[in-house]
């Protein structure tokens, strides 16, 4: 009998999953079930579609149901799961577009549904033209209203909000961001997220709001039940064109209540460094898995396209019998307003106290390449280090220079646990187009390796 | 009594140490001997003066004496060391101006002599117009050549020679390269030698000439002595405005042959990892130094500005009284021809070989960004893996996409020896304006890792 493989899910882990699977193995039959009417696309580059940086939604596809085909994998678009029952090893279907229901079999189920957005309980909320951003319709939808409005509220303060930011600023919209907490970008360190406001608002003066500590309270709407206003608790009345929620996403799990597959933080799915879930015979991938923080060596969930990735392809790699750890992540993210990079890596300061370390941080501000070069850019990093371990534990970085270059230089060594002593010196090549001398990232090394040693 | 630190050299390690001692130390009197008429300026910087990026070569000047003075540091130019006694502990210096020689006592020396070009022995090398690049009136002597010139000639094909390539093709001159080896760029794999070569013919058809396996056995003048034509071994005769030797460079140390101060490699200095020299009360930092390679464990000479930063700093930290420990060196270089990255960390195939690791090898070439990303470049890695501890070698990167990030991020993994089965799913902080989904360096290390476990 032929193993037969069922992949739950169509984003990003199921279609990486099912193709690497076919390249590993060519005698398995393989099935991927996706509620959605397209798969395999980049749900991190929506904000650059609405944006009109691309212009084609296509362009976000990695593989088309025929691709798929042509490898002997069968995809079933709009097909959604409803159940896993994993002693008979079976999931039931819905044909969404004839509402028919029924079983499939499964010798190896891999479970990769993802996350879906979180909606708040606000009234109002039905009104027309309240957007949520995951799915490439969304993204159809929200640019084809963006570019008839003149104003636009987004919920929420996180990334996706401040891509949607730069969309919808580089399209002359009037934008109010309402962020609940104290600061937007809630990863960052206060004064770091003051530092980006700050940017945020500098750059486009008077085309930005971005109130902090305030919640909606409210959507009021015209005759047409059209989003006209958004109330906040502090009795401010926004008006707007439309809304985007950007107000966070949760493992779409769901369906798996009442099985005895084990979950974990936020209801993502517990997998072990294979992939494999709490089931021998079932395997999790991408968004709807929980995460190994290798800083902290605590479970987190940070659904991110790129660990969607990397989780597909040593799920795939495990099924075929091959051998693949996925030993966990950094809490690495990355993102831009315009020219100005924005990053993470680890954890922040008040997380390192709050967990019981004994942080030391230095701040540094310098230019990205020799000083004497043209086209210059300052970037402004925040190096933390624990004072026993001389250990890096995070590190945050800004500007409109080169700080993805330094973030990266500093991940393997979170990851190897690199005391700050050699770190200081390490060997980065320089030439004066690439960097100073002595790279703002050795230098902030250096300062916290003197503040830790007196 | 006050200690007495004399420093030799004014280029980057010495000037380095003096401030960094001072900074650590208010009461040591510092004398710095250069025979110079300039300090502290960056030689790295001169291809881009020449080029006309920079248009004062002041601007490469990082402090002057004047700066010097304010911190109490006594510089004295013009003042060449012919001679160090160690058991006396004192240096003769000799008066550039006055030919005066006078003697000058230390407690602690600190040489930073730098390297100084290897002349060829070539007839008619007297020849004028025949340049090496090495101090800022070089660099004015050859700009200022160039700009009433056509056609220029370069000899040796090194970082340097490339650097200067790309200044004179700016400059709409028409260039020879002429290297004795197969291939330019030594240090690169002939694979990538040849890429790089390809790009750089390709790039400005019919105005560079590159000859290799070619040596220069004459340079011919006219009436005045200025340089007309240079012949080579295979009877070609070239002719050319000017000539700018990039033969190398060798340590500038002959003023201490005859003392008990260790020599290494290449006449370089013998230091341990505290910069300290074979004499206790002697430093030595910077391009004069010896280096250890943390991939072989063996002893090179890998003259760099960045390497010199760093072991002024760490001289001067040890001096104080501190303790800083400079490990070695990753061989680490870049340039650029363009907006063409070319780099290398570690050692190449051909080297492991050569040292008896077993290498295997992947290259890949990828888009820098999501590929739906507008302005994606090219990035070409060569990562060199060990296939018996899994452990990399070395990388060689090449083009115009962000080649030097995906070059550090490998840099800190191979000083820890991080195996390939956890780099190549390290997290990499992913948004399409920064990289693909998997990062192209990962990639790299994927196939490598596929390769060796077959």
């Keep these: 009998m032929t193993e037969k493989v069922v992949i739950i899910g169509g984003g990003t882990a199921g279609p990486k999953t099912a193709a690497k699977l076919r390249r590993e193995r060519s005698d398995i039959e393989i099935d991927l079930y996706t509620q959605e009417d397209i798969i395999s696309y980049s749900a991190c580059g929506l904000p650059y579609f609405i944006e009109n940086i691309i212009q084609n939604p296509e362009t976000l596809i990695i593989r088309t149901p025929e691709d798929f085909q042509k490898q002997n994998i069968n995809i079933h678009l709009k097909q959604k799961c409803l159940k896993v029952n994993t002693s008979e090893q079976t999931v039931l279907i819905e044909d969404l577009i004839t509402k028919n229901k029924y079983e499939v079999n499964y010798n190896i189920l891999v479970v990769a549904t993802g996350a879906i957005p979180v909606l708040p309980n606000i009234a109002g909320i ?20 963006m570019q008839q409005s003149k104003k636009a509220v987004l919920l929420g303060g996180g990334y996706i909000s401040v891509e949607l930011l730069e969309a919808f ?7 109010t961001l309402i962020e609940k907490n104290q600061q937007i970008l809630k990863m960052f360190d206060e004064d770091f997220a003051q530092r980006i406001t700050d940017y945020i608002l500098g750059r486009n003066p008077g085309q930005v709001s971005i109130l902090t500590n305030e919640e909606v309270v409210a959507f009021s709407g015209n005759q047409e039940n059209e989003v006209k206003k958004v109330i906040t608790a502090s009795g401010k009345e926004i008006e707007t064109d439309f809304v985007v929620l950007g107000t966070g996403v949760r493992p779409n799990t769901d369906f798996l209540s009442g099985t005895d597959i084990k979950l974990s933080i936020n209801n993502s799915i517990k997998v ?13 991938a991408g968004d709807c898995t929980d995460n190994f923080n290798l800083v902290t060596n605590r479970y987190i969930w940070v659904p991110m396209g790129s660990t969607a990735n990397k989780e597909g392809r040593c799920a795939a790699i495990n099924i075929a019998g091959g051998h693949c750890l996925f030993e966990g992540i950094l809490s690495s993210t990355i993102t831009k307003y315009f020219d100005f990079t924005i990053s993470i890596i680890g954890i922040n300061y008040k997380e390192a106290i709050e967990l019981g370390f004994q942080p030391e941080f230095a701040i540094v501000t310098k230019r990205d390449k020799a000083g004497y070069m043209p086209n210059t850019g300052t970037v402004t990093l925040k190096l933390i280090a624990d004072k026993n371990t001389h250990t890096i534990l995070g590190i ?44 703002p990232v050795l230098n902030a090394a250096q300062i916290v390796y003197q503040k830790i040693n007196g």
């Design 272 to 284: 072990d460094k294979t992939l494999r879930t709490s089931k021998y015979d079932i395997y999790a």
């Design 396 to 439: 945050q970085g800004i500007g409109e220079g080169d700080v993805n270059k330094r973030i990266n230089t500093v991940i393997p060594a979170i990851l190897e646990k690199t005391k700050l002593e050699s770190f200081m010196n390490l060997d980065l090549p320089y030439s004066p187009p690439y960097s100073p001398a002595i790279d």
């Design 169 to 175: 600023v580089h399209n002359n919209i009037q934008v």
């Design 126 to 145: 039905d009104l027309k033209n309240i957007f949520t951003l995951r799915t490439i319709q969304d993204g159809i939808d929200i640019k084809a209203k």
